[in-house]
């Protein structure tokens, strides 16, 4: 599996931005896409955002869809999460995912909180 390290996370009022990172570290060869999910309290882990690691195309929920930009850096091994227009629905734990061609996400980040204050 590939190790997922998150940062970034933090406290901002409604309106505001904030960007997440994730280094991703061995095995990285493996890596088709890599994808940022989300779990408020009480709710399920939903999907955010995905891109694919070597032609860059993106995907989005419809939920963050214009507010949300997904980005790799394939030279330092990094993703990243550009968030605008947060709203207090964003507030959750965001955790970064790795996951091989064909096969459903299987590496996890430890996840970093996101709290949108109105």
């Known amino acids: 599996q590939v190790q997922l390290v998150e940062s970034g996370g933090g406290l901002v009022q409604a309106g505001g931005s904030l960007r997440l990172s994730c280094a991703a570290s061995?095995?990285?060869?493996?890596?088709?896409?890599m994808g940022w999910f989300r779990q408020a309290p009480g709710n399920e882990r939903e999907f955010a955002a995905a891109?694919?690691?070597?032609?860059?195309?993106?995907s989005y929920a419809d939920s963050v869809k214009g507010r949300f930009t997904i980005s790799r850096d394939n030279a330092k091994n990094m993703v990243y999460l550009q968030m605008n227009s947060l709203k207090p629905e964003d507030t959750a734990v965001y955790y970064c995912?790795?996951?091989?061609?064909?096969?459903?996400?299987?590496?996890w980040g430890q996840g970093t909180q996101v709290t949108v204050s109105s």
């Open positions: 995912a790795a996951r091989r061609l064909n096969q459903q996400y299987d590496s």
């Open positions: 061995t095995r990285t060869y493996s890596i088709y896409a």
């Open positions: 891109i694919t690691w070597s032609g860059g195309s993106s």
